[in-house]
């Protein structure tokens, strides 16, 4: 809430894909360094709850994240830098695996670490999450 007692909290990123791999598979492209490595960034990712590590944002540098949430092969939360949290949902359906990717923790009144305000970033990571979910979908489904 800002000072007038509206709030300054912007909608969550959602993306969602169809993935023609059983949870299994998708959960390995998910849940393991080398799966999130191929896909979307360099890290080095542990599936541990509490498990601290670091993707590698390229020119935005290392960023820390921790697990928080972790069901095997369905649910996957982690946060991201110092404020967002990234929630990965997979649901078994005919013929494959709905992925859900939640991206939250956004405030328009809030700057990343590297001081670029929340607002802006978050339309960049919305349009960029389109072509990232793609690329696991195609990565996954091989």
């Not at 599936?47 to 095997?72: N, Q, T």
């Not at 078994?92 to 809030?110: K, Q, S, V």
């Not at 001081?115 to 996954?140: D, S, T």
Request: negative net charge; aromatic residues 12%.
């Amino acid at each position: 809430m800002d000072n007038n007692g509206s709030s300054t909290k912007l909608e969550d990123v959602v993306q969602q894909v169809f993935i023609a791999a059983p949870p299994d598979k998708v959960w390995e492209a998910v849940a393991t360094s080398e799966g999130i490595a191929a896909w979307f960034m360099p890290n080095d990712f542990q599936a541990e709850l509490g498990h601290v590590f670091h993707l590698e944002a390229g020119p935005f540098g290392k960023s820390r994240c921790e697990v928080i949430e972790l069901d095997p092969p369905n649910r996957l939360a982690f946060t991201w830098d110092k404020d967002w949290t990234v929630t990965f949902q997979l649901e078994e359906t005919a013929g494959g695996t709905n992925f859900t990717l939640t991206h939250g923790g956004w405030d328009e009144n809030t700057a990343t670490s590297f001081g670029e305000k929340h607002a802006v970033v978050r339309e960049r990571m919305a349009g960029g999450w389109v072509g990232i979910v793609k690329k696991l979908a195609e990565y996954a489904g091989q």
